[in-house]
């Protein structure tokens, strides 16, 4: 049971100010004088002596139910299932120098761009936006509903885009999260994409407190293969090679998985690991599925109950009446 005009609570005051001051004024109520008291020694009190009491009772209780009313109490019957008609998604993607890596074929960003593509040419209702990060972040495209428009920017994107000489995760998030900051009161998502360790700017997990204080969901996929992806060059002859560097090849590093899962544990999202481009296309399509989840809310239904106690304290101020003008009609 909840009550839906609890702020009324403060009209009790007046009704027991008024109680107290009837109350007050029965004890001055005058009464008939015997000159002779003896003579209803004997007399039994009846039963309506007894219940002398019972119309200023009933008076009472129907004040009490009426104030009850007032506040109008309901009772939760079930939840209803709503569907919003969309929510706003930011795209955060990383475009740092270790998306080249083939673990991902062809390479790590242009499957990256193979799904975001995909991803955007699936949505219905929603409006989309995209940012970009490398050693800074910036909005590449701000929320829109044009979809093509959105699509053609993920295809445009190369290690050109952005200055690709670093990993700047928390720059990403705080950058999509003053995108969403303008949509107050709506459904907030952001989707960030990474292959590397935060090596710029903001912290994450800072820049994760900041989305979860206002109230916006973080999605994370960490791409690339488990144990890192061999680092390639050319030699002079333009074949690749893989780079060496004191006698050791060298080895791109690997998504921070428990960094990634900590900011979505903050934000009340998920974390997925692609390790290879069949596995990173399977992920967007379980977060589309997530997002089509967040439009389905059910909303508790409660039932008001107020018109009982509002029919219960009219018989009760109707039985009053009635008693004070037959069976107990009092004298004064």
């Known amino acids: ?53 019972l119309p200023a009772g009933l008076r009472w209780l129907a004040v009490g139910l009426l104030l009850i009313a007032v506040i ?10 709503v569907k919003l008609k969309g929510v706003n998604i930011m795209l955060v993607t990383d475009l740092s120098g270790s998306m080249i890596a083939e673990d991902l074929k062809p390479s790590r960003i242009t499957a990256e761009k193979k799904v975001l593509t995909d991803f955007v040419r699936r949505i219905k209702h929603d409006n ?59 459904t907030n998502v952001i989707i960030l994409a990474t292959d590397g360790t935060n090596n710029r700017g903001e912290d994450p997990l800072r820049a ?33 090679q893989p780079y060496v560097r004191n006698g050791q090849a060298m080895r791109w590093d690997e998504p921070q998985d428990k960094v990634l899962q900590q900011i979505a544990a903050k934000t009340g999202g998920a974390y997925f690991r692609a390790a290879d481009e069949k596995a990173l296309d399977a992920i967007y399509a379980q977060i589309n599925q997530l997002i089509k989840d967040e439009k389905k809310r059910r909303d508790p ?28 009609r009092a004298l004064t």
């Open 208 to 240: 994760a407190e900041i989305a979860a204080a206002r109230q916006i969901r973080i999605y994370l996929v960490g791409i690339g293969a488990r144990g890192g992806a061999p680092v390639y060059t050319t030699d002079q002859f333009g074949m690749k």
């Open 301 to 328: 239904h409660y039932k008001e109950i107020f018109p009982w106690f509002l029919m219960a304290a009219l018989a009760g101020l109707f039985l009053e009446v009635l008693l004070r003008t037959t069976w107990l």
């Open 72 to 81: 109008r109490p309901q009772v939760l019957m079930g939840e209803d299932e």
């Open 1 to 53: 049971m909840k009550w839906h005009n609890l702020t009324l609570l403060w009209m009790v005051l007046p009704a027991l100010a008024m109680a107290w001051l009837v109350w007050r004024g029965r004890r001055w109520r005058r009464g008939i004088t015997f000159s002779y008291g003896e003579v209803l020694d004997g007399c039994r009190p009846t039963l309506a002596v007894r219940l002398r009491w």
């Open 128 to 186: 989309v936006g995209l940012v970009v990060f490398g050693a800074k972040s910036f909005t590449q495209s701000p929320l829109t509903m044009d979809y093509e428009i959105l699509a053609n920017a993920i295809e445009e994107l190369d290690l050109n885009t952005v200055d690709a000489d670093g990993t700047a995760i928390g720059d990403g998030i705080l950058t999509a999260v003053n995108r969403l900051s303008r949509c107050r009161g709506q």
